[in-house]
């Protein structure tokens, strides 16, 4: 009876100091550098700080209780224990294997003393098994926990005594909490970050963690963090790991606002990363570009160059996401090769049913983009639509459409894949915005896949006032497609009855600086034919260059012909029997390394034959062909008679 008085006493008495050391450190003084911070940032009494309860107690104290999330009864005796002390590499490693938060928790609530290295790793470990989250912040569960709350505070009295990298660990896993006023824990490690910055006592790595951990974090972050990068940026180059030199990519990437004070840090962080490329992961290269483009690196190309030469060796490697950020980023640098392209075509051969839709259409983006003719990869988007059509977001249909019309390309299923896009259309059309679906019918009409049954519709004041918006006037591309799809209804679509497109919306040349139906012509090419039609014609005075014709189309040169077929005076208007339009087209109007014309310039050819012009064509490939001036000649008095044979001169 006497055992059982004192023992019950002795837990009153171990209940009392618990109580009055919570109360203690509640009102401990705090520190000057914790004194600084709380000047700049708002106080946030008491989120995380557990109520002083035999629940919320034992980190702090060291008690023992019965976990609400687990089988974790009092150890009243030696016997009961499972381990005896067990060190704190063996704890962590139980912290790795464990899936949940409440046996995260329940592992925490079972050490008698918590280790602050253990206590930094639970909480770590709380921050990747919930990191799957939509919100991206922990669950109310997990921070109304007093063992959550308990571990909270631990950390906070501990924080002089963290390692650098703990420090920098706890604070990412703040970056989950509610965007709250910030918590005294908060306060805290942010104080003791200040403080150990400011003796200098972090190393690359470690301020590379740091810089991190604050960038995940809000507001209250952004001032220690310009004070990291400052450290970082003079710091020698030589001492960062590949692993921290793309960390500093990652946290100059949250800072663009610094980009104009940083640009020579830049360029010579840049080049340093040149002699790295061949060391980093397939997602480093990935994280490195983002960064570049988001940074507008434009002059660091050496180092595109060469990321580009590595991409293409490890696409098999990448995850989707991963592809999607190097195709944009590749994109944005205009960077392309042989070797890049023949990696994605077989990487979208060999994953074409397990292929995310979104990394798709951002390869079929690039291709378009870089005019490469791929048939393998399109070949591939044209299976991957016909039998997932139903499953894709309206700008996924257009990323993997428009590109068939852009490089003038109908796949070997073409019947199937626009009927399957048409059913998609007329049963989804109210899904499009107005100006997707423009630009999807329009690439349609390129590959002569005419939209009749929607050109009623997309000329339709309601249409046209949709695709306004709120806008003062319609942009120059949009006008310059309802244009060409108005001109196709009326040269190739006879049998439309429908309404007309008005005047208003109407352009009167596709060709313009910045958002062209038409490539302006090659200026090396145009001017080597120049000179050899004076010599064959006699005179500058026998055809015209650059004519705008009333049908909005820019011939390169025109020749006039009277009844008999002699050459006229570009100035005589009257007695004009035929013209002649001579198309000089450059490598730009062809596919990449192809002898297949862009759809814009196959259609242009195809609706000046049906205007009446009598179309004769000067490719690049046959003109390089060439040796001299003579076999120039000959070319073109070969091309002209033997497309016009009344021709004379």
């Known amino acids: 009876m006497a055992l059982v008085t004192l023992r019950s ?130 669950r109310g569960e997990t921070l109304e926990s007093p063992i959550f709350k308990a571990l909270c505070f631990q950390l906070e009295q501990q924080s002089p005594h963290l390692t650098n990298v703990g420090l920098a660990t706890v604070l990412q896993t703040l970056s989950m909490l509610p965007a709250d006023p910030p918590s005294s824990l908060l306060l805290t490690l942010m104080a003791e970050c200040q403080r150990r910055l400011q003796e200098g006592g972090l190393a690359v790595h470690e301020l590379c963690v740091l810089g991190e951990s604050l960038v995940l974090l ?63 992961s397939p997602g480093s290269m990935s994280q490195v570009l983002s960064a570049l483009v988001a940074l507008d690196q434009a002059q660091a190309l050496p180092l595109v160059i060469k990321l580009g030469r590595y991409v293409g060796r490890h696409i098999p490697h990448f995850t989707s996401q991963e592809l999607g950020a190097v ?121 002569e896949r005419h939209p009749i049954n929607f050109m009623g519709k997309i000329f339709s004041p309601h249409f046209l006032h949709q695709l306004q918006g709120d806008e003062p006037y319609l942009d120059r591309l949009s006008l310059a497609q309802l244009t060409q799809l108005f001109l196709t209804s009326i040269l190739e679509c006879p049998f439309y009855k429908g309404p007309r497109l008005l005047p208003k919306y109407q352009v009167r040349s596709f060709l313009t600086p910045c ?67 001579l198309c000089i087209d450059g490598p730009k109007r062809f596919c990449f390394n192809s002898k297949n014309l862009l759809g814009q310039e196959a259609t242009k050819q195809r609706h000046l034959r049906l205007l009446g012009y009598e179309v004769v064509q000067i490719p690049y490939h046959e003109v390089e062909m060439l040796k001299s001036r003579l076999e120039l000649l000959e070319y073109l008095q070969s091309k002209l008679f033997s497309q016009s044979p009344g021709l004379r001169w």
């Open 9 to 138: 006493n002795l837990c009153r008495l171990c209940d009392f100091r618990t109580r009055t050391s919570l109360a203690t450190l509640k009102h401990w003084p705090l520190r000057p550098a914790h004194r600084l911070v709380r000047a700049h940032l708002c106080w946030w009494g008491s989120s995380l700080q557990p109520a002083p309860s035999r629940a919320s107690s034992p980190l702090a104290s060291g008690q023992h209780f019965h976990s609400e999330w687990g089988n974790v009864s009092p150890r009243t005796h030696d016997g009961d224990r499972p381990e005896e002390n067990p060190d704190e590499q063996t704890w962590c490693r139980r912290l790795r294997d464990l899936s949940s938060s409440a046996d995260v928790l329940t592992l925490v609530s079972s050490l008698d003393p918590l280790p602050d290295a253990v206590a930094v790793l639970a909480l770590q470990r709380i921050r990747e098994v919930e990191k799957g989250d939509s919100s991206g912040r922990l």
């Open 218 to 280: 809000p507001g209250p972050g952004h001032r220690l963090l310009e004070l990291v990068t400052g450290h970082l940026q003079r710091e020698e180059l030589g001492r960062f790991s590949p692993e921290d030199i793309v960390a500093l990519y990652r946290i100059l990437q949250a800072c663009p606002e610094m980009v104009d004070q940083s640009q020579g840090f830049l360029s010579r962080l840049n080049s340093f990363t040149v002699s790295l490329v061949s060391r980093l």
């Open 327 to 447: 195709m944009d980023a590749l994109m944005y640098f205009g960077h392309h090769d042989r070797f890049l392209t023949k990696a994605l075509e077989q990487h979208v051969a060999t994953q074409c049913v397990t292929l995310n839709s979104e990394a798709l259409s951002k390869v079929t983006a690039y291709c378009s983009k870089k005019r490469v003719l791929s048939k393998p990869i399109l070949n591939t988007v044209a299976e991957t639509f016909v039998c997932q059509a139903e499953t894709l977001a309206p700008h996924q249909i257009l990323e993997l459409v428009e590109p068939f019309g852009q490089l003038n390309y109908l796949p070997p299923n073409a019947p199937a894949f626009f009927r399957k896009l048409e059913s998609t259309l007329a049963a989804h059309c109210m899904k499009f915005p107005p100006k997707m679906l423009l630009r999807l019918l329009h690439s349609c009409s390129l590959l």
């Open 515 to 581: 958002c062209s139906l038409e490539s302006p012509v090659d200026f090396l090419l145009y001017r080597a034919v120049m000179t050899a039609l004076i010599d064959l014609l006699g005179a500058r005075l026998y055809f015209a260059s650059r004519v705008l014709t009333p049908y909005c189309y820019t011939i390169d040169v025109e020749i006039k012909l009277d009844e008999d077929g002699f050459v006229l005076p570009f100035t005589v208007h009257e007695d004009v029997h035929k013209r002649v339009a």
